[in-house]
């Protein structure tokens, strides 16, 4: 079992960055492909991002794609997406997520989800 601490999320303006960090406890954290997924009010929530256990592979949202990046540092327990070029269409509460299958997109093959931080993007 795995428990997860999102942090990072604030305020920004259109064209600006953030970085959003995923905090995990347990010995098995770099067992397991994260994911992040974002859900904005009104709307279902959706994937943004998936790597791998190793971190050799990612795989992307086409609406974020050549934006974003995921990274992880299994040393710290801790995985990462850095979102450049923000749109107001971001805007979201954005939650990571951990998973025993191979880096999926749908919300429902991830066990454990985190708290999630908000990510707003103001025009």
């Known amino acids: 079992q795995v428990q997860l601490v999102e942090s990072g999320g604030g305020l920004v303006q259109a064209g600006g960055s953030l970085r959003l960090s995923c905090a995990g406890s347990?010995?098995?954290?770099?067992?397991?492909?994260m994911g992040w997924f974002r859900q904005a009010p009104g709307k279902e929530r959706e994937f943004v991002a998936a790597?791998?256990?190793?971190?050799?592979?990612?795989d992307y949202a086409d609406s974020v794609k050549g934006r974003f990046t995921i990274s992880r540092d299994n040393a710290k327990n801790t995985v990462y997406v850095q979102m450049d070029s923000l749109k107001p269409a971001d805007t979201a509460v954005y939650y990571c997520?951990?998973?025993?299958?191979?880096?999926?997109?749908?919300?429902?093959?991830?066990?454990?989800w985190g708290q999630g931080t908000q990510v707003t993007v103001s025009s």
């Open positions: 997520a951990a998973t025993v299958k191979a880096m999926p997109t749908t919300s429902r093959e991830y066990a454990y």
């Open positions: 790597i791998s256990w190793s971190g050799g592979t990612a």
């Open positions: 347990g010995r098995t954290f770099s067992s397991y492909d």
